[in-house]
């Protein structure tokens, strides 16, 4: 028998059964990434470093510049917790300075490449047809280019400055974004939600961000936090080159860079660096993992 208050089956005799609380995917989500131990430590770790990074140099008495070269390089003490490099520079703010350019070009590269990626792959899954095959042609066309020998190009050409490094590297990482878009979105607008939003006189564009994106934004911020440390490594690697950013600046590629030229003399140039930067991509693919398997909604135990 049902209670006709709540409608809720009752016992005879007793109280009405409580009602089991729903859980909507997204708090789903999130309970399962908390339980994933490393996704936690991955996203504390980061936050922890963006934090010293932005905050570190505030309170240091040295700037990433300041030259000391009576000093020279130095072994980590007191007046310099890292040690100095070759120039008498203060390594340990170098390195907060590196991060933030090495986060900023992550950040902002990724960026680039969400925002063209995830355009491109949503017009072409939702066209269809002829604009479908010839916008994924050209993507194919693209893959086909060396893509580090393509952002080398664009940087003798255009200059070598910081936001082109940025520009550059991500309008090479969108490709990979784009064709998970289109696969999401090609399986997502059959469905019946879609019909009836079309049923309903809905425009393209309302039905593609409204609905359409919304629902695959899953893959794309797993995507999105495996991106950042590729671009990293991309700007690591331009920098080892002499490609990326220019002295006195400094990334965490260059302090690897000049580290591994002096790594036999003074080995802490190159393992203090090297050193948050491995705990950096680590970190993100942890994270990273955490994410694909919390949005997995095939992993949701009943």
């Known amino acids: ?80 917790w890292l040690g100095t490099d070759t120039l008498g520079r203060d390594l340990l703010v170098r390195i907060l300075y590196g991060g933030r350019i090495s986060l900023g070009v992550g950040l902002s590269a990724t960026f680039v490449a969400l925002t063209l990626g995830i355009c491109y792959g949503a017009v072409a899954g939702y066209a269809g047809g002829k604009l479908d095959g010839a916008m994924m042609r050209l993507v194919d066309i693209l893959y086909a280019l060396p893509f580090t020998i393509f952002v080398i190009l664009l940087m003798v050409l255009f200059g070598r400055n910081i936001v082109l490094l940025f520009a550059a590297i991500g309008a090479v990482e969108w490709l990979t974004m784009a064709r998970i878009v289109r696969s999401q979105i090609q399986s997502l607008k059959k469905m019946e939600f879609i019909e009836a939003a079309r049923s309903l006189g809905l425009g393209t564009p309302r039905i593609l961000f409204r609905h359409l994106l919304p629902n695959a934004l899953g893959p794309v911020i797993v995507y999105t936090t495996l991106t950042i440390p590729a671009v ?36 802490w140039l190159l393992l203090y660096p090297g050193a948050l930067f491995s705990l950096t991509l680590f970190s993100l693919n942890f994270l990273g993992d955490g994410l694909r398997d919390a949005l997995d909604v095939r992993t949701a135990k009943d």
């Open 232 to 267: 990293m490594l991309l700007e690591a690697f331009l920098s080892f080159l002499g490609l990326g950013v220019q002295p006195p600046m400094s990334s965490w590629g260059t302090l690897i860079k000049d580290g591994a030229e002096k790594m036999e003399e003074y080995p």
């Open 1 to 80: 028998m049902t209670s006709p208050a709540t409608d809720r089956p009752t016992a005879p005799g007793g109280p009405a059964a409580p009602l089991e609380a729903g859980h909507s995917l997204r708090a789903d989500a999130w309970l399962r990434l908390r339980k994933n131990r490393l996704a936690v430590a991955g996203a504390v770790v980061l936050a922890v470093l963006a934090l010293a990074c932005l905050l570190g140099p505030l309170g240091s008495p040295y700037s990433y510049q300041d030259q000391d070269l009576a000093l020279g390089a130095s072994a980590p003490g007191r007046a310099h």
